[in-house]
């Protein structure tokens, strides 16, 4: 044992000089390490039904719509989530979901995430129509297409068209993703006017009542120009408006067929905490970064090198 010790003393230079290669060489050839761990992966859903366009949401001391305010809300909780943390992003509309973006890293992609964000709007609807209930089913869908679990934030005002009942309600009880879905209710309690947009998105009026059944031209693209020629039809006085809420009662009764959640969306410190409390749903390989770890234990290798001339002409001076 001695001599061991005796040869490091002797030696101590080149060993150091070698261990220190060593890591340079390490953050050359492997500048980080793969390792499995749990995050936080989130699956934002917004509902783009052009009841989201009734404006009764407070944002800034401004009056915005709904679907401007899921924007806020969408974009406060991916700029408040840790790095590591993942989002997807989907559109509902008419009976089914659509993926925009498949899981992405927040920080590595946090503009990428906005941008899909900020670009939602009602024209990307395939139909005019909304039905809950079968986007549920279809977000199971969706679910599994993911491969990995997620929380599931459903953005919506809750207001169906044609309005829901026993012929078209699907039976939620076999839904299985209950502990991961939750529905985020959007808009105000008082009934409010739903402002109607033509092809070229600008506003031309209100939706009449006379087409609350169909609430959007059921079956008929919004992309068809032929449809708003020379713009659609709107309600000719202020008791013909087809009026919008937020259906409150609905979204909790309808979450709790299938075990799932309802909260309140709100612009508030208490809604943030209230979504990043949920447990991490993934396992993610993520790859760790340890080139700067392997550069600084490689020079302070090289710094100790020179440690035993600092002390011995320390002890000379005394």
């Not at 509902?47 to 401007?68: C, G, K, P, W």
């Not at 092809?199 to 059921?218: E, M």
Request: aromatic share 10%; net charge negative; with cysteine.
């Amino acid at each position: 044992m001695m001599n061991v010790v005796e040869w490091l003393k002797q030696y101590y230079e080149p060993v150091l000089y070698a261990l220190a290669l060593v890591l340079l060489l390490l953050a050359l050839v492997k500048p980080s390490i793969q390792l499995e761990q749990q995050v936080r992966n989130y699956l934002l859903i917004a509902d783009i039904s052009q009841s989201m366009n009734a404006e009764d949401e407070r944002l800034n001391q401004q009056t915005v719509s709904r679907l401007a305010y899921t924007q806020h809300l969408m974009k406060q909780i991916v700029h408040k989530a840790p790095c590591g943390t993942y989002f997807s992003l989907g559109i509902f509309a008419s009976d089914n979901v659509a993926m925009l973006q498949t899981p992405l890293e927040v920080c590595k992609n946090l503009d990428v995430i906005t941008d899909g964000i900020d670009h939602l709007e009602w024209r990307m609807a395939w139909k005019g129509n909304s039905r809950l209930s079968f986007a549920v089913h279809a977000a199971t869908h969706v679910y599994d297409a993911l491969n990995q679990p997620a929380q599931m934030l459903f953005f919506t005002d809750g207001d169906e068209a044609p309005r829901v009942n026993v012929t078209i309600k699907q039976d939620l009880s076999g839904v299985q993703i209950g502990e991961f879905f939750t529905f985020v209710g959007v808009g105000g309690p008082e009934k409010v006017a739903i402002p109607r947009y033509n092809t070229a998105n600008k506003p031309v009026g209100y939706w009449p009542v006379s087409d609350n059944n169909n609430a959007g031209a059921v079956g008929v693209t919004y992309a068809d120009p032929s449809s708003d020629e020379p713009d659609p039809p709107v309600a000719y006085a202020e008791y013909d408006r087809m009026l919008s809420q937020l259906e409150e009662d609905y979204l909790k009764s309808l979450s709790a067929e299938f075990k799932g959640s309802y909260i309140k969306g709100q612009d508030s410190e208490t809604f943030y905490r209230a979504i990043s409390a949920r447990k991490a749903t993934a396992n993610f390989v993520t790859a760790y970064p340890l080139r700067a770890v392997y550069l600084m234990l490689a020079i302070l290798l090289l710094l100790a090198s020179y440690l035993p001339d600092v002390l011995y002409r320390r002890r000379q001076q005394a």
